[in-house]
Every structure is written in C-alpha cells, then in structure tokens.
C-alpha cells in the first residue's frame, strides 16, 4: 500500500446524528432502575451519517451551521438534520 496526498481539501467523518429506537416507549417508572421515575423510557441504538469536515471560514452565513431536530415518532427516529449542501469544501 502506498500513501498519498489527497488533493482535495475537508476529511470524511461520521457524525452521530441521533437515536434510533429498539424498543418501544415505555412509561415513567416501568424499567427497574431507569435513571428517573417520572420519564418515558426507550431502549436506543446511536444512529451515524457522513459529513465532510469544513473549515468553518468556508460558510457564507452563520445558518449554514445550525442543526435541527427531525424526530419521527412513529418509526422510533430521533435525529438532527443539517440541510448544507453546498460543497463548500470543494
């Protein structure tokens, strides 16, 4: 194998984004030491995207970072969405 440069700038990174459920949603006080008693509770797993790291003097406007929730309650998705798509990068 043999190592070279990239030409082109940022890196591919995953990004936790959010959760995705395993269970359904159980109500306060029905999981045995849950962390509180007044709570819903749900069994997740981590949920994971690709992103291009991008320095942030790339950006045209300070919305270009913001996240946003985009929870889907019936399929048990709790995620953050970020709509950039501009290759700012490239």
């Known amino acids: 194998m043999e190592w ?3 030409k082109k700038p940022g890196w591919l990174v995953p990004l936790p984004v959010g959760y995705g459920a395993l269970t359904e949603v159980f109500g306060p006080g ?3 030491s849950a962390r509180d008693e007044t ?3 749900c069994f ?3 949920l994971y995207s690709i992103g291009q790291w991008c320095s942030p003097h790339h950006l045209q406007s300070p ?3 913001l996240w946003y929730v985009d929870n889907d309650m019936e399929k048990g998705v709790y995620r953050l969405n970020n709509d ?3 290759s ?3």
């Open 30 to 32: 029905e999981v045995v």
């Open 4 to 6: 070279r440069v990239r």
């Open 84 to 86: 950039y798509q501009r």
């Open 39 to 41: 709570t819903p509770f």
């Open 63 to 65: 919305s270009e970072l």
């Open 44 to 46: 997740v797993e981590s």
């Open 88 to 90: 700012a990068c490239a």
